[in-house]
Nanobody, 127 residues
Framework: QVQLAESGGGLVQAGDSLTLSCAQT????????LGWFRQAPGKEREFVAA????????????YYSNSAKGRFTISRDNAKKMVYLQMNDLKPEDTAVYYC????????????????WGQGTQVTVSS
């Protein structure tokens, strides 16, 4: 059973940076795509960023939402089974619970491919 555990959330001010981490444990798929989603209060969960697996990291495909492009960077450490989300220039509208997710098909191009989810970590950005 694949398990995902996020960490790194917190309360920051607008303009600050924050890095989220997600660890895979259990019987994890060896080569899943990994991604980040978020859900703000009263809103549906939305895609933030995703990254496919590749034995050569330079050949991984990355995907970003329009709101994340230019401010957020997804990265992964395959040996450690970790995925990260570096978030810069945070805005109050980035306030949400951020979820890590795994796509065993390693496609990542559609949110429906992500079938395993973590419990989430809260990010709050004050103005």
């Amino acid at each position: 059973q694949v398990q995902l555990a996020e960490s790194g959330g917190g309360l920051v001010q607008a303009g600050d940076s924050l890095t989220l981490s997600c660890a895979q444990t259990g019987r994890a798929f060896s080569t899943p795509a990994l991604g980040w989603f978020r859900q703000a209060p009263g809103k549906e969960r939305e895609f933030v960023a995703a990254m496919t697996w590749s034995s050569a990291p330079a050949y991984s495909n990355t995907y970003y939402s329009n709101s994340a492009k230019g401010r957020f960077t997804i990265s992964r450490d395959n040996a450690k089974k970790m995925v990260y989300l570096q978030m810069n220039d945070l805005k109050p509208e980035d306030t949400a619970v951020y979820y890590c997710a795994s796509d065993p098909t390693n496609r990542a191009s559609n949110p429906t491919y992500f079938v395993t989810w973590g419990q989430g970590t809260q990010v709050t950005v004050s103005s």
